[in-house]
């Protein structure tokens, strides 16, 4: 679990450097496709079986373009001018709002605690926004589209939940990269082009690590996370990502740290505390 907690924080810096040198569309579809053949050639070659039916591949396939293609794509689009500390602190609230959509659509309860929570996580976000839109460090337009790479985030979790197969994680989850790859091909192709590509050795690193490091390893943990978790439990790691990824914000891209991020970060972190702390406490 800790470990998928940094990895998961310190995406969003890695792809920020990217995106320095690389249109957001163009690297994404680079990402799921390398990571998806990865992963299929890792499986042929390791002898891992073949267990997914037809129904299992086109709903793998589904899901990747919901929760990686949609998510990310929409994500990075933001990330161009917001930072990756206020897109970490966005996208960490992500247990919150699931909270909501689970007690409607997967029966989980909601509690006074998750009350609670979910009016301190979004407090905290929006005092948060309000300083950083005050202080010019971040644009309204790039919020606005994290907000909605969140939503897709939190889709993807509860499609998860509801319909996705109880085996054949390796293979099927690089079939989620290889439909999320191809779902991205068109736009990259479109309203991009590979002249803007700069190859620098940061853009290496960053796709070598987005490949590897997230697309693979931090994929894999998530939805064994989500498999054996409530789609609320399954979330509430989550609650140590702001703080996580501003401190990669801070180190990797040297980005500002104000106060009030500070004081934002903590009824953020213990409202997702809060949210997901009976689901916790039910799975040990």
Same mark, same amino acid.
């Given at each position: 679990?800790?470990?998928? #907690?940094?990895?998961?924080?310190?995406?969003?810096?890695?792809?920020?450097?990217?995106?320095?040198?690389?249109?957001?569309?163009?690297?994404?579809? @680079?990402?799921?496709?390398?990571?998806?053949?990865?992963?299929?050639?890792?499986?042929?070659?390791?002898?891992?079986?073949?267990?997914?039916?037809?129904?299992?591949?086109?709903?793998?396939? /589904?899901?990747?373009?919901?929760?990686?293609?949609?998510?990310?794509?929409?994500?990075?689009?933001?990330?161009?001018?917001?930072?990756? *500390? %206020?897109?970490?602190?966005?996208?960490?609230?992500?247990?919150? +709002?699931?909270?909501?959509? @689970?007690?409607?659509?997967?029966?989980?309860? %909601?509690?006074?605690?998750k009350?609670?929570?979910?009016?301190?996580?979004?407090?905290?976000? !929006?005092?948060?926004?309000?300083?950083?839109?005050?202080?010019?460090?971040?644009q309204?337009?790039?919020?606005?589209?994290? #907000?909605?790479?969140?939503?897709?985030?939190v889709? *993807?979790? +509860?499609?998860?939940?509801?319909?996705?197969?109880?085996? *054949?994680?390796?293979?099927g989850?690089?079939?989620?990269?290889?439909?999320?790859?191809?779902?991205?091909?068109?736009?990259? !192709?479109?309203?991009? &082009?590979?002249?803007? /590509?700069?190859?620098?050795?940061s853009?290496?690193?960053?796709?070598?690590?987005?490949?590897?490091?997230?697309?693979?390893? @931090?994929?894999?943990?998530?939805?064994?996370?989500?498999? /054996?978790? *409530?789609?609320?439990?399954? &979330?509430?790691?989550?609650?140590?990502?702001?703080?996580?990824?501003?401190?990669?914000?801070?180190?990797?891209?040297?980005?500002?740290?104000?106060? @009030?991020? %500070?004081?934002?970060? /903590?009824?953020?972190?213990?409202? +997702?505390?809060?949210?997901?702390?009976?689901?916790l406490?039910?799975?040990?």
């Amino acid at each position: 679990v800790g470990t998928f #907690v940094v990895l998961w924080a310190s995406a969003f810096a890695v792809g920020k450097i990217a995106l320095a040198d690389c249109p957001p569309f163009l690297f994404l579809a @680079a990402r799921f496709l390398a990571a998806g053949v990865l992963m299929i050639g890792l499986a042929a070659v390791t002898g891992i079986r073949w267990t997914l039916s037809k129904r299992d591949v086109f709903v793998f396939a /589904v899901l990747g373009v919901a929760s990686q293609a949609t998510f990310l794509g929409i994500g990075f689009l933001g990330l161009k001018t917001v930072s990756s *500390g %206020m897109a970490a602190l966005i996208l960490s609230a992500n247990p919150i +709002i699931a909270a909501v959509f @689970a007690v409607f659509l997967l029966g989980e309860r %909601m509690t006074w605690r998750k009350l609670l929570g979910l009016l301190l996580g979004l407090g905290g976000v !929006a005092f948060i926004v309000k300083s950083r839109l005050t202080l010019g460090t971040d644009q309204l337009g790039g919020i606005l589209l994290i #907000v909605l790479a969140l939503l897709a985030f939190v889709a *993807g979790t +509860i499609l998860f939940k509801l319909f996705a197969p109880r085996d *054949g994680f390796w293979i099927g989850n690089g079939v989620q990269s290889l439909a999320s790859g191809a779902a991205l091909l068109p736009f990259a !192709a479109g309203f991009e &082009s590979v002249h803007d /590509v700069v190859p620098t050795w940061s853009l290496i690193a960053a796709f070598a690590y987005s490949v590897v490091i997230v697309s693979v390893f @931090a994929y894999i943990l998530w939805f064994r996370i989500l498999t /054996v978790s *409530g789609a609320t439990a399954a &979330s509430s790691y989550h609650f140590l990502i702001p703080p996580l990824g501003m401190l990669f914000g801070w180190l990797l891209l040297g980005e500002h740290v104000d106060l @009030a991020d %500070m004081l934002g970060i /903590v009824p953020v972190a213990l409202g +997702i505390y809060l949210v997901t702390r009976p689901a916790l406490g039910n799975r040990s």
